[in-house]
């Protein structure tokens, strides 16, 4: 099953974060922060102005990106966890 985001949205995968071991403690996973890097599945195809002309996304699919700690709706998708963000949501892309 394939999923295309609407409008300004952006279908992304959280990057997994390396684990880290300070001081010897062992942080087990449900006390880490999720990542706040992703990189982006698909893009829709962009917004739509009041004027009526299409905006489009500045990014493009296979960017790596940084997105707020809060940004998004988790959705799953073939078993596989996903995030669906806005555009606005994007404070960077890493790389480019």
Same mark, same amino acid.
């Given at each position: ?40 599945? %698909?893009?829709?195809?962009? =917004? #739509?102005?009041? &004027?009526?002309? $299409? ?5 493009? @699919? ?8 809060? %940004?998004?709706?988790?959705? =799953? #998708?073939?078993? &596989?966890?996903? $995030? ?5 949501? @994007? ?6």
């Amino acid at each position: 099953m394939a999923l295309r985001p609407l409008h300004d949205r952006l279908l992304v995968k959280r990057l997994e974060e390396k684990e880290q071991v300070l001081g010897g403690i062992i942080i087990p996973d449900t006390a880490k922060e999720k990542p706040q890097q992703a990189k982006v599945l %698909a893009v829709g195809p962009g =917004k #739509v102005t009041d &004027d009526g002309t $299409l905006q489009a996304i500045d990014v493009k @699919v296979g960017d790596t990106v940084v997105f707020g700690k809060y %940004a998004g709706t988790e959705v =799953k #998708v073939d078993g &596989d966890e996903l $995030l669906i963000i806005r555009e606005d949501d @994007v404070l960077g892309v890493l790389g480019s």
